[in-house]
């Protein structure tokens, strides 16, 4: 077997199976930093809209104002909490807090910076984005 | 631009960016949702100066942000000279177009050309 053959290319990259909930962090922090750029662009789009005068503005949030639009500004709403909190804890990893000390690697090579303060981040992130979404779905759907 | 510069720049536009987006939309929570959202409400938002100067601070700050960090994304994925070259014009063009249109709408509102 080839060299070329043991490459798994971008799915090799994403796959979340493999290396525990880090790799899981990694993929939604990219995941949700696309999917901010995304909606960041559309937003600084939809505003413009203002420039149309009140009948423009109006039509364009009643295209946006529907169950679809709450449901998609929700999940905009997780995506936000969850890059924000994770970033911060990557942040704080590269700034070298709550990575370990160096020691010598032995057997069975647990990584230092891998480590439950770094994991219960990780976990933090997810729920608060949870939670985050669901205050987001009561504020927009109990109007 | 060294890499390590980059990332300062990415770290503190992020930071900057979460202290005033949350100002951004606890306006939106000052009333109604819906009511913030009306045409005369946004209107006011955009005619009030320090507002529109906070709405043209955050507009920068993600899109250097959020472009810097497509770049980032891009170059994780394949590397070369051309490649890398082509990721970081194309992400800069990219920014400058958006800050360009975001900048329109709030100067243009704020002077009252609507």
């Known amino acids: 077997m080839s060299q070329d053959d043991h490459r798994e290319g971008i799915g090799g990259m994403i796959n979340p199976r493999r290396y525990g909930i880090e790799r899981v962090a990694y993929l939604l922090m990219r995941l949700s930093g696309l999917g901010l750029l995304a909606y960041f662009i559309g937003h ?5 809209n203002i420039l149309r005068g009140q009948v423009g503005w109006d039509d364009f949030m009643d295209l ?26 990557v942040m704080l990893g590269h700034g070298g807090m709550g990575v370990g000390k160096p020691a ?8 230092a910076s891998q480590n439950y303060k770094h994991k219960i981040g990780i976990y933090s992130a997810i729920v ?16 | 631009m060294r890499e390590s510069t980059v990332m300062k720049i990415h770290y503190g536009t992020a930071l900057a960016a979460v202290a005033l987006v949350a100002v951004h939309i606890l306006m939106r929570l000052t009333m109604g949702y819906a009511e913030s959202l009306e045409y005369e409400n946004v209107l006011a938002n955009y005619k009030f100066v320090p507002y529109a100067i906070m709405l043209e601070i955050i507009l920068v700050l993600l899109a250097v942000h959020g472009f810097n960090g497509l770049r980032v994304i891009l170059l994780e994925l394949k590397q070369g000279r051309l490649y ?14 958006l800050i360009a249109y975001g900048s329109r709408t709030i100067i243009m509102t704020n002077m009252g050309i609507v």
């Open chain 1, 44 to 48: 600084i789009y939809e505003t413009s």
């Open chain 1, 64 to 89: 946006i104002s529907g169950t679809e639009g709450h449901i998609i500004m929700s999940i905009v709403i997780a995506m936000c909490v969850f890059h924000t909190v994770n970033g911060v804890r």
């Open chain 2, 84 to 97: 890398e070259k082509s990721v970081s014009y194309g992400c800069l063009i990219g920014m400058i177009g």
């Open chain 1, 128 to 143: 608060l984005a949870a939670v985050a979404m669901m205050y987001g779905l009561a504020v927009m759907f109990g109007e």
């Open chain 1, 104 to 111: 010598r690697p032995d057997y069975p090579y647990d990584p």
